[in-house]
């Protein structure tokens, strides 16, 4: 009987304290910056008891065990936590705001996506700081679809960047960078965690606000900053890891490389082998080859550690917002020499509200970075090298300081080992850049119409320490004397805008009217000097001018400076009525003084929009969250070039006239008084959001001509060549992107999306008198030419392989060049029976014709793991480092070749023979060296787990992030080579790009 009476008693007891009420403390802050949520509602779900947060975002709340207590605020997601045993409960909220209310930053202002009518692409800073690079477009490739972005290897390097295919011949192709509304040519100042958000405008529309300097897209950057009536919040990111270089390229190694040479006949190649064993020895597993296997490609490379570190501070007052950041980022290179960058930055901004009406700002911030340059000609070397050689020759008792090996030993004409020149070369660039500008906006009707006035300037220099330091290997390779190039690059950049703004709503119509003046003052000054002999080379402290040998520097001093005025006047109106019909027109007006034919110039633009999703007959859509057809056009002119230049010339000339020696003179004239390229552009989208928005879609076709295009002509009789405004040139392609977000429940979340776009690239006019232009050199001939895309490569077709005497015997091309089984044959284009300049064709052209990204990212509680991959098609690469076998052959050849050459009949019908290769009619550019530039990578692969705040080591645990990245793991492609990254697709030393494995933590107080 008390046994029973003792478990009811307890059981009793149990459900009395469960159902006591515990005392409940926390703070809710924003997930999104983690500042705290005044205000916020607190309540116990399905009672009236509750409670708001203060000022600091805190709350206290009496609940039971088993209550459900529910946390919400306006534009945040609603939040429900069941109490357990806890007393305290720290909440972030998660913004609930559509995508289609954000404001996306345009040129001199913002417009909620929902009003765009132009193709723009916003990438957000959690996509941006999870790529490990000195440079923040690398971190969008693949990720913008009508961008491409190719990489850049060598550390402190920025990736080429093309929007929209290639928009000139004779000028720059990179886009305009604006950074918190500050203009550059180049943003490798930036961090990574500096950004907030990337826009990347694409069409003409979008650009035209920006004038000729946004010819070729422009990169709207957005940095973090505080915001109002906020509490500081500190930000620490940082990370390390290691470079690796993968996809290494197979060259032949030394059984395959003696067996090409025997194979060739050559009498001296098999001489140099036979050197080769006198002097290193036989190998034992066969001795007929010497005791030396030297991989040259693994020789010069290595594993390179990657680090960065950045702070920032953010927060603001009741008035006032403010932003610092700070960081420091190094990388070695993977060649195994001096080639390293080392960055160090802070970045500062602030906003006042001096009034209610009156406004004032400065941001601010300054770059040192030291950069060691790579000898890229070490690749190149590392390509040729024979692996009969080794890298240190310990005989070589003549060498000093540093006994390398080298092939003219041997007999070769070469000396072939990479690392003298990559050993005793030190190429220095210091490089500060001082980049502030300051606004002031009043208000002259309260929110209504504004005046604002900008000031900015870019002042950076670049001071270049060049040092060839001597050594002896031989006579072939050595350096007597040592050497010192020092130049120095200053360029200042001003700029002052002035704008007035109003917008007002009335009504279901909205306006927003700009209209401004943009003034600009480029000034630049470049020295540079060159000396010879330094005095105690041994020591850095003696690399200056001033020990070198004075005599030394006669004609080698050198200094120039330019200066370039510009001014434009500006004017956007921006229309919608009911939120349904948008409408939109911009103007420019520039005056150039580069542009003396034509100093002025006016470009217009308009775009429409037209909201269908909020017509009568789509209000009962199930799926339909959101649709809008958008339409633009507009011009643009080219920003790049360099203007009209050249000068007018009289010589005196001596000829015979009916055999009269008479005096005379000519004219000439190289003047190039060009006008302004101008691109004009069409550009059609559809944008929708489907099943409750979980679905956005964006598509766009575009037409862009390039018209006025600036190309080179012959002036009769004198020879000479101008550029002069003579074609045309068109761009088309499509865009799509789509993404899927799917909450499933309170623990997963997931997110899938792509994109893909095509690129048809056409000359369409040339008024040179040929139609065409040869561009590229001699022996490796490219391209110009009207229908067909511009440089493309031309050269011969290869057809296959003569594979016996009998069908050498039974061609007479064969016959007539002395072709033996083992040779090319090729393609007779024009059917003469001569093979021929005239049956040269289009080989393939480097411009990718299809590119596409996906990425896929998915979250279970505090862990999220994120996939990127992108890739490109339709594109060839020529092999130029297995093309310049035409200038020399007694060097090494690729895996590739060595493994598939033609070394009988029905051995191949696509490689020639290891004699062949040697051969002239063999050399000439053809399909042979053109290969698929056609890749597949995994771009990013990322495992993060989150802690929150105060979840691990109690409340003063601030929220942290750890993860693990690996950038660029996996590559898939049949090029011969390290990448198929080549951006003009002519490889011949390009820097390889690595593959990069780091770890990192955020922590946010």
Known sequence: MRTKISV????????????????????????????????????????????????????????????????????????????????????????????????????????????????????????????????????????????????????????????????????????????DGNWYDNIDFLDNSQIESVSVLKDVSSTAIFGQRGSNGVIIIKTKGGKKGSKPVITYNGYTGIQHAQNVLKMANAEQFVTMVYESGSAADIQYVENAIQRFGRSRVNP????????????????????????????????????????????????????????????????????????????SAFSNATKYNPENGAWFQAYFAVPILPKYDYTNTAADPIPFSDATLLGYRGSQNPFPAMTFNDNQLRIRKLLTSIYAEYYLIPDKLSFKTTYYNDYSTILERNVRLPYFISGQSQRQVSSIRRANLTTSNQMWDNLLTYSDTFGKHSVKAIAGTSYRDLHSNSFSATGEDISAVDFESSWYLNFADPDSFNGRVFESASRFYYMSYLGRLEYGFDDKYLFNATVRREGDSRFPREIWKTTPQFGLGWVISKEKFLNDSNFINFLKLRA???????????????????????????????????????????????????????????????????????????????????????????????????????????????????????????????????????????????????EFRQRIEVGEPVNYFFGLEVAGVYQNDTEVANDPVAVDNGLVPGDFKYVDQNNDGVIDDNDRVNIGSYLPTFNYGANLKVSYKNFDLSIDMQGQSGNQILNRKRGEVIFTNDTNMDADFAINRWHG??????????????????????????????????????????????????????ETRVYFTADRPFTFFNYNGFNPEVANGVDRQTYPVPAVYTVGVNVKI
């Open 8 to 179: 009811l008693f307890f059981f009793l007891l149990g459900i009395t304290l469960y159902a006591q009420d515990r005392t409940i403390t926390g703070t809710v802050t924003s997930m999104e910056d983690g500042l705290p949520i005044p205000s916020a509602n607190v309540l116990i779900k399905g009672t009236s008891t509750g409670t708001s947060t203060d000022f600091d975002g805190n709350y206290t709340i009496s609940a039971k065990q088993g209550d459900v207590i529910e946390f919400s605020y306006i534009g945040f997601k609603t939040v429900e936590i069941t109490v357990a045993n806890q007393n305290t409960l720290n909440i972030a909220l998660e913004t609930q705001v559509s995508d289609l209310e954000e404001v996306v930053i345009i040129g001199y202002g913002s417009q909620k996506k929902s009003d765009l009518t132009g193709a723009i692409t916003t990438v957000d800073s959690e996509v941006i700081e999870k790529t490990p690079n000195s440079n923040v477009m690398q971190s969008l490739q693949g990720k913008v679809p009508g961008v491409q972005i190719t990489s850049a290897g060598s550390p402190g390097d920025s990736p080429n960047v093309r929007i929209r295919g290639i928009n000139t011949l004779n000028g720059s192709q990179n886009p305009l960078y604006v950074v």
């Open 288 to 363: 007929n080859i010497p005791n030396v296997n030297t991989d040259w490609y693994r020789e010069v490379l290595r594993d390179a550690p990657i680090t960065n570190h950045s702070l920032g501070i953010t927060g603001g007052g009741e008035n006032s917002n403010y932003g610092i950041n700070t960081s420091y980022f190094a990388q070695e290179g993977i060649l195994d020499m001096k080639n390293e960058y080392e960055r160090f930055n802070i970045q500062g901004n602030i906003d006042i509200d001096v009034s209610d009406r009156f406004k004032v700002g400065v941001n």
């Open 632 to 778: 633009t056009w507009g011009q643009l002119s080219n920003g790049s070039l360099s203007g009209s230049s050249g000068t007018n010339t009289i010589n005196t000339i001596v000829t015979a006239i009916d055999d009269t020696q008479t005096n005379g003179i000519i004219g000439s004239t190289t003047f190039q008084n060009l006008k302004r390229e101008i691109m004009e552009e069409t550009n059609i989208g559809i944008s929708a959001r489907l099943f409750n928005s979980r679905l956005s879609l964006e598509a766009d076709y575009y037409i862009r001509d390039i018209k006025d295009l600036v190309a080179s002509r012959e002036v009769p009789i004198t020879g000479n060549f101008v550029r002069d405004n003579i074609g045309e040139m068109r761009n088309k392609g499509f865009e799509f992107a789509a993404n899927w977000n799917q909450t499933i429940n309170d623990n997963w979340k997931f997110s899938i999306g792509g994109n893909i776009a095509t690129l048809d690239n056409e000359v369409t006019k040339l008024d040179n008198g040929r139609g065409y232009i040869d561009t590229g050199s001699a």
């Open 905 to 958: 009949e029905g051995t191949t019908n696509s490689y020639p023979s290891a004699a062949g290769r040697r051969r002239a009619w063999n050399q000439k550019l053809s399909s042979f060296f053109i290969e698929d530039g056609a890749y597949f990578r995994i771009q990013n692969i990322q495992l993060a787990y989150t802690i929150k705040s105060g979840t691990l080591l109690g409340d003063n645990m601030p």
